[in-house]
């Protein structure tokens, strides 16, 4: 038996939203190796630390745009399902729970799907509050005096 239109449909939103996420996930690692580099923290060159902490920020705000066309292809996805997992297809499911009975495989998937949208949006706002962070570094690390690195400012205010 051949696959559900929706079905091959929905894997033309999944792909590219599975890719947006490891593209999402490679630079949020390639801003927390800017931001964990021994330079960053022992510089004295404004200049430096400004453009590895600048370097962290525009990981981020892309990490955070591809984040967000991910969870828009998921959203994409189960409205494909719900129209499609019905008696009707010109008309949509109520809801994933409505399909738990009648097609479980497809209620398991969709409940999934939900399940990594919001890990999703609940990494999207943390990427958002990353960035808000990284800027205000950004500001207070170019307004150090030159003597000091980071981590020398970071220890005197300990004390």
């Given at each position: 038996?051949?696959?559900?239109?929706?079905?091959?449909?929905?894997?033309?939103?999944?792909?590219?939203?599975?890719l947006?996420?490891?593209?999402?996930?490679?630079?949020?690692?390639?801003?927390?190796?800017?931001?964990?580099?021994?330079?960053?923290?022992?510089?004295?060159?404004?200049?430096?630390?400004?453009?590895?902490?600048?370097?962290?920020?525009?990981?981020?705000?892309?990490?955070?745009?591809?984040?967000?066309?991910?969870?828009?292809?998921?959203?994409?996805?189960?409205?494909?399902?719900?129209?499609?997992?019905?008696?009707?297809?010109?008309h949509?499911?109520?809801s994933?729970?409505?399909?738990?009975?009648?097609?479980?495989?497809?209620?398991?998937?969709?409940?999934?799907?939900?399940?990594?949208?919001?890990?999703?949006?609940?990494?999207?706002?943390?990427?958002?509050?990353?960035?808000?962070?990284?800027?205000?570094?950004?500001?207070?690390?170019?307004?150090?005096?030159?003597?000091?690195?980071?981590?020398?400012?970071?220890?005197?205010?300990?004390?």
């Amino acid at each position: 038996m051949a696959e559900p239109w929706w079905k091959r449909a929905a894997g033309a939103f999944l792909d590219p939203a599975l890719l947006n996420c490891l593209r999402a996930s490679h630079l949020l690692g390639a801003a927390l190796g800017d931001l964990e580099s021994e330079e960053l923290l022992h510089t004295r060159d404004a200049a430096g630390r400004y453009i590895l902490l600048d370097s962290a920020a525009r990981s981020v705000e892309e990490a955070s745009w591809f984040l967000s066309i991910s969870m828009d292809g998921t959203v994409g996805v189960e409205l494909l399902a719900l129209r499609g997992c019905g008696p009707d297809p010109t008309h949509l499911v109520a809801s994933i729970d409505d399909t738990r009975d009648a097609r479980h495989g497809v209620w398991l998937a969709l409940a999934r799907l939900r399940s990594a949208r919001e890990d999703g949006q609940v990494a999207l706002r943390v990427a958002e509050a990353a960035f808000s962070h990284l800027q205000a570094a950004q500001f207070m690390a170019t307004r150090l005096p030159p003597a000091a690195g980071l981590h020398a400012v970071m220890e005197e205010q300990d004390r």
